[in-house]
């Protein structure tokens, strides 16, 4: 009886430190590190024309709730700054000449961002979807490594 006690008491000490101001789970999600998959694009008009997939890898570091580090896609890198929230990700990557903005989901093992989310996995900064700029066709799925 005692060790049944003193387990059940571990556990509602576990259970209390992992809670929230308003009593809820925290998600404690920490998406610091490496992170490597693919992604694929189209072109931003109806058809989601000449589709490319290549490798993507994100080097992320997380103080609170904002995020930096660097996006590669193929061989192109560039910085990145974001925030998460709960299990979604929004982050802003300036590679090359371009800037895209990329919306996704994320565990404590992958990320991905899907084909007709709201918003967009991706659109380039200031663009709008479907004039000529851009991809909502784009898809990318991430593992932490």
């Given at each position: 009886?005692?060790?049944?006690?003193?387990?059940?008491?571990?556990?509602?000490?576990?259970?209390?430190?992992?809670?929230?101001?308003?009593?809820?789970?925290?998600?404690?999600?920490?998406?610091?590190?490496?992170?490597?998959?693919?992604?694929?694009?189209?072109?931003?008009?109806?058809?989601?024309?000449?589709?490319?997939?290549?490798?993507?890898?994100?080097?992320?570091?997380?103080?609170?709730?904002?995020?930096?580090?660097?996006?590669?896609?193929?061989?192109?890198?560039?910085?990145?700054?974001?925030?998460?929230?709960g299990a979604?990700?929004?982050?802003?990557?300036?590679?090359?000449n371009g800037?895209?903005?990329?919306?996704?989901?994320?565990?404590?093992?992958?990320?991905?961002?899907?084909?007709?989310?709201?918003?967009?996995?991706?659109?380039?900064?200031?663009?709008?979807?479907?004039?000529?700029?851009?991809?909502?066709?784009?898809?990318?799925?991430?593992?932490?490594?």
């Open positions: 009886m005692e060790k049944q006690i003193k387990i059940i008491l571990t556990i509602a000490a576990v259970f209390s430190l992992t809670t929230c101001e308003d009593g809820l789970l925290s998600p404690a999600r920490d998406v610091s590190g490496i992170w490597k998959g693919t992604l694929t694009s189209s072109e931003n008009n109806a058809a989601q024309t000449d589709m490319l997939t290549d490798v993507m890898v994100l080097n992320l570091t997380q103080d609170e709730n904002i995020i930096t580090g660097e996006m590669c896609f193929g061989s192109i890198c560039g910085y990145l700054t974001g925030t998460i929230s979604t990700i929004d982050f802003t990557a300036i590679i090359g800037c895209i903005d990329v919306h996704g989901t994320f565990t404590s093992s992958n990320m991905e961002g899907m084909k007709n989310s709201n918003p967009p996995p991706y659109l380039t900064c200031g663009d709008v979807l479907n004039d000529g700029h851009g991809s909502k066709g784009i898809e990318w799925h991430v593992a932490k490594l």
